[in-house]
């Protein structure tokens, strides 16, 4: 299953974005986890099939509406199928 590593920057944390990822990422079946990062960006892995894979990042670079997403920068990773559900990383 096609797998990536995504480091969400801007205004991302303090503004429920975790949440909205998680959201998300349930609806379109998505598997993974999300965390906030010491440099105040928001990392995500996420993993499903590409076509939802796709939607999930064109939704998550909208953000929000208090969020203000400057980029994300996306890595794809070699193809796992360990995750079960999508998880907030605290």
Do not use: C
Not at 10 to 16: A, D, E, R
Not at 49 to 62: C, H, N, V
Not at 65 to 83: M, Q, R, W
Request: net charge positive; hydrophobic share 40%.
């Amino acid at each position: 299953m096609p797998s990536y590593l995504l480091k969400i920057h801007g205004k991302v944390q303090g503004v429920f974005y975790r949440d909205f990822v998680q959201d998300n990422a349930a609806k379109l079946r998505i598997n993974g986890w999300v965390k906030n990062e010491p440099d105040r960006s928001v990392s995500a892995f996420i993993q499903g099939d590409e076509k939802s894979l796709s939607e999930l990042i064109e939704i998550l670079t909208a953000g929000p509406s208090h969020a203000n997403v400057i980029k994300i920068d996306k890595t794809k990773l070699a193809e796992d199928e360990s995750l079960k559900g999508f998880k907030i990383h605290y």
